[in-house]
């Protein structure tokens, strides 16, 4: 016998769990988000109009299009087989469709929301109209996605079967949006000078206004 003492096996099991939960609290979750099976059916520049697909029979003709946030990224909706938003839907018997913009970059600084309102949303609304055979469709937009949904709907309402918005802001004026309003009202800074110093708004900017919203 050498005296050395031996873990039993429910510490080592301890030990394991500690060390994955350093493991993912320094180098964050690892896990393959976005799984439910779809095929790109539009692209321009960095944007993608995907459609989900399915074998399970289309209960509702009207399709669903997605517009998402510009800096979240959109496999939000669709986390893990179980617990995605989108694959529930889809198994629910709905044709869903997402816009996804891709990840902003210093090459898109001349990019505003007339290009995304006025060219990329509507030309996305007719690939699905024209991919699903219908005349009418639901926009779900989520958050900034909702705001542009929003203005969309308001300038072109034919087609729309439905708007939905989640987590949108619409009313942004200083008096009726608290600390969150005071942080982007242009009384308290230049978006010109921000703009010009960094090219696109940097998201930390957008953060931390979003945080005042627990304030």
Avoid at 29 to 35: E, N, R, V
Avoid at 176 to 185: D, K
Avoid at 187 to 210: C, E, Q
Wanted: glycine share 8%; with cysteine; charged share 20%.
């Amino acid at each position: 016998m050498t005296g050395r003492s031996v873990a039993p096996s429910g510490g080592e099991d301890l030990f394991d769990k500690y060390t994955k939960g350093i493991r993912i609290i320094v180098e964050g979750a690892q896990i393959d988000t976005g799984q439910t099976p779809k095929e790109v059916v539009w692209t321009r520049n960095k944007a993608k109009l995907y459609h989900y697909q399915t074998e399970v029979e289309k209960k509702h003709p009207v399709p669903i299009l997605f517009i998402y946030a510009l800096l979240n990224r959109p496999y939000c909706l669709d986390l893990i087989p179980g617990n995605s938003f989108i694959e529930f839907l889809v198994n629910e018997g709905f044709d869903v469709y997402l816009l996804d913009w891709g990840i902003p970059g210093p090459e898109d600084k001349d990019m505003s929301f007339e290009d995304y309102v006025l060219d990329y949303i509507p030309r996305a609304v007719r690939k699905v109209l024209r991919n699903s055979g219908t005349e009418e469709l639901t926009l779900f937009g989520y958050c900034q996605g909702g705001v542009m949904s929003a203005m969309y709907a308001s300038l072109f309402p034919a087609g729309l079967k439905n708007l939905i918005l989640l987590a949108t802001p619409i009313d942004c004026s200083p008096e009726n949006s608290g600390l969150y309003g005071q942080w982007f009202s242009e009384k308290n800074h230049d978006p010109d000078t921000i703009t010009n110093a960094y090219g696109n708004l940097p998201s930390r900017f957008a953060y931390a206004g979003t945080a005042m919203l627990n304030r």
